[in-house]
């Protein structure tokens, strides 16, 4: 079963929303198991919703509120969320003691969510889990979720939960599903929160390479060979736990794992190299050191994936073929737009480092700030 902590599983998408549903007027129901809420995840650091239902006037509105804490936060569209939690169709039978309402999930963000790489789905689909409630905050009696998928070990023990078989990307909602409470008729107002946990793609992109480093010392290619990795996303990466590669000729080479934390913020660049040494790399500001075979001049290829069960799904890969395209002596190739086909560094999607970005001895190129060949 999955646990939404942060340092076990750093790419889990998690997102808080408190809705308060007004009920009409009955028999109280069992009480549902709680059991212990867990504090691996501090609310401070996952987005609030705060919804309000009329039952007479079947309507359920929902707003997202700015997180507690001062920590970093993404800022989606203006207001502090990820996603959009969406009800409609409320209604109470007070024969049933139920009230029931459809939800419906929106993605704000530029990663998919539902899917560990964008392709392949979250086995356990998206998740809304109840952290606490529902309970009656109005009136008397106890509420009940009356028909989730299932109960599991999130924050808590025994917590109901709802999922979504689907994988969504940048603005997609998902289809509606149904949710009910059972709600005596003697409560009139029911609180909860819930959770929203899934697998989120990484929009890691390999966006500047450099292959063959000029001639600055007496074996350049042991200590200056370097690559840059843009995060094209809307949330913060860590890359510890991911796995990077090169390739020749003769095939993938052994992986190599990133063994401490290295954090990609939106729109933030990080270099990996093969050394973090400015005196002996060339100048380039290299955040990780990899231990790699290196880059053969032609016939080459670079790997970022990520570890999923017993098997690898690839992040990011590019490649070439031409040592007097991508090879040069001394000069990086460039993406020239981050949303731009990476795949072929041959390609047109790609150019040179300019001559005039020089970054030390080990040749040119823009490590860490935006390519000189960057194409809005």
């Excluded at 963000?109 to 889990?129: K, L």
């Excluded at 001049?297 to 073929?321: C, E, H, M, P, W």
Aim: aromatic content about 8%; glycine content about 8%.
């Amino acid at each position: 079963m999955r646990f939404l902590n942060s340092e076990r599983l750093p790419v889990r998408l998690a997102a808080a929303a408190s809705l308060v549903f007004a009920a009409a007027c009955g028999d109280q129901q069992p009480a549902a198991v709680q059991g212990t809420v867990r504090r691996d995840v501090p609310e401070s650091a996952l987005q609030l919703f705060e919804c309000n239902a009329n039952i007479r006037s079947a309507t359920v509105s929902c707003a997202p509120a700015a997180p507690a804490g001062s920590g970093s936060r993404v800022v989606v569209g203006g207001q502090y969320t990820n996603l959009v939690l969406t009800s409609s169709n409320a209604s109470y039978n007070p024969g049933t003691e139920i009230f029931q309402f459809d939800v419906t999930v929106q993605n704000l963000m530029n990663e998919a969510m539902g899917t560990p790489d964008g392709t392949v789905a979250d086995p356990q689909g998206i998740q809304a889990f109840f952290h606490t409630g529902p309970t009656v905050t109005n009136g008397t009696g106890t509420a009940t979720v009356a028909n989730a998928d299932g109960v599991a070990e999130f924050t808590g023990l025994q917590q109901p939960f709802f999922a979504y078989h689907e994988i969504l990307t940048q603005n997609q909602v998902s289809a509606a599903h149904t949710w009910q409470l059972s709600v005596p008729q003697t409560a009139s107002n029911v609180s909860f929160k819930v959770y929203i946990e899934t697998d989120v793609q990484y929009l890691l992109v390999i966006n500047e390479v450099l292959v063959n480093p000029a001639n600055f010392n007496s074996n350049p290619d042991l200590t200056g060979e370097w690559v840059e990795v843009y995060n094209a996303g809307t949330r913060p990466v860590d890359m510890q736990n991911l796995v990077v590669a090169d390739s020749a000729a003769s095939g993938r080479r052994a992986y190599h794992l990133i063994s401490s934390p290295l954090e990609v913020l939106p729109g933030a660049y990080v270099v990996l190299g093969k050394s973090a040494n400015t005196t002996s790399n060339g100048g380039v500001p290299v955040d990780y050191a990899y231990t790699l075979t290196g880059f053969p001049n032609s016939l080459g290829a670079f790997k970022i994936a990520r570890v999923y069960g017993s098997d690898t799904l690839t992040v990011d890969r590019t490649q070439y073929a031409s040592a007097a395209t991508s090879a040069q002596d001394g000069i990086s190739r460039e993406l020239k737009n981050p949303a731009l086909d990476n795949s072929n560094m041959d390609g047109s999607n790609w150019g040179n480092a300019s001559v005039t970005s020089v970054y030390g001895p080990g040749g040119r190129g823009t490590p860490k700030a935006q390519n000189s060949s960057f194409t809005p």
